[in-house]
């Protein structure tokens, strides 16, 4: 049993160290939404991987924080949890916002297994102590700048190379990347900017080996990309269509797709993260963790469930130091030739800089039961 005896809501704003462009647009900031739970004399920590405007899914960071002080904290605190799966299924009678419940649920889980003693990870079910992670780029200006990026992230021993793309800039870099680097393990993500009009186009990228080609249609279709998956040898990843266990038993039972692309806070947490990766394993189709430039609290979340045996592909969670001169955790969160290591300890393992937080902190609130 836990129980939630306060909460505090902190917003955070990091300028990003590299400009960040995908077929959404350009990102050179991260607006980081925390909540902190507190419960047993221990603290669980979580991060919202919601954005200002809804172009990845529809959820909002002002969304976000409305719900949870409005609807999902009155209704989590002072109650007395068996686990934070029933803490879920207390939150189970909303729809949509899974972003906004997994801050709930994800801080839930950390608080749990710190008060078990246990790390996250080995509360899940996993088992490792380190984790494959590669590197997601952003479109570069040309394509001498796409395979200097490609490069230098080959030379830090990344264990898989993953460029965005979008109409008019798919072919020709994707092209150039292989002709340098014929035996590195390549994947594109279109973020959903292509339809079936554009089969041709995505047809022509079979013939560069890349593992998979990740969401090149819309955020909410199934159907479309099992047609596209039949007319194309690559196997196609499923990232922002499946906001669920259920999302991904209908895609690859129709086919859309043999890969996906789990995000713990786009399915609404871990215990359903957990059934995504599941139902993907009872389909033989491997799965690896995705990134949203989370800071080092959500990274450690995302390394944790990454330990789980079907991530069998190397993950978005790179290291923090690309991102943040700065970051909200006392700890660093470094691959060293591809690997990145679990931190060690009850729950996420990783520490909340009070005095750095504190400091920037745009919002910072506090709840009571
Ligand atoms: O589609 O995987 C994506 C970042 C923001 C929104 C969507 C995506 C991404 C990334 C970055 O690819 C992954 C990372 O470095 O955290
Ligand atoms: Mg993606």
Not at 154 to 167: D, F, N
Not at 251 to 279: I, M
Not at 310 to 339: H, Q
Request: glycine share 10%; with cysteine.
């Amino acid at each position: 049993m836990f129980t939630i005896e306060a909460a505090e809501l902190l917003v955070v704003r990091l300028p990003l160290k590299f400009r960040f462009e995908t077929s959404f647009g350009v990102q050179t900031e991260k607006v980081v939404p925390l909540l902190v739970l507190h419960g047993g004399g221990v603290q669980g920590v979580s991060e919202g991987t919601m954005e200002f405007a809804p172009m990845y899914r529809e959820e909002t960071i002002a969304g976000a924080l409305h719900l949870l002080r409005e609807v999902f904290l009155p209704r989590v605190l002072g109650r007395p949890f068996a686990n934070p799966e029933a803490l879920h299924d207390a939150l189970g009678s909303f729809r949509g916002n899974r972003m906004a419940r997994a801050m709930v649920e994800m801080a839930a889980w950390d608080l749990w297994a710190r008060q078990l003693g246990v790390p996250l990870g080995q509360l899940l079910g996993g088992r490792k102590d380190t984790v494959e992670v590669g590197v997601s780029l952003g479109i570069q200006p040309d394509e001498a700048a796409t395979v200097d990026v490609v490069r230098r992230h080959v030379e830090q021993g990344y264990r898989r190379i993953k460029l965005k793309i979008k109409p008019g800039w798919d072919v020709q870099p994707v092209r150039a990347v292989r002709e340098a680097f014929p035996d590195i393990r390549l994947t594109v993500d279109a973020n959903s900017a292509y339809t079936l009009a554009d089969t041709g186009r995505l047809r022509a990228l079979d013939a560069f080996g890349l593992t998979y080609i990740e969401q090149p249609l819309a955020w909410d279709d199934l159907v479309d990309h099992a047609e596209l998956q039949g007319r194309l040898s690559t196997p196609l990843c499923l990232d922002e269509s499946v906001a669920s266990a259920q999302d991904a038993r209908k895609g690859l039972a129709l086919g859309s797709g043999g890969v996906v692309n789990v995000k713990v806070a786009r399915v609404g947490g871990h215990a359903e993260a957990r059934r995504v990766h599941d139902v993907a394993q009872a389909f033989g189709a491997p799965v690896w963790c995705g990134g949203m430039l989370e800071s080092g609290i959500g990274r450690a979340h995302n390394i944790h469930l990454s330990t789980l045996p079907n991530f069998t592909l190397p993950g978005d969670t790179s290291s923090a130091s690309r991102y943040w001169e700065k970051d909200v955790i006392e700890e660093a969160l470094e691959a060293t030739d591809g690997l990145m290591p679990v931190p060690q300890g009850p729950g996420t393992g990783v520490t909340l800089d009070r005095e750095f937080v504190s400091r920037v902190a745009e919002v910072q609130e506090e709840f009571r039961a």
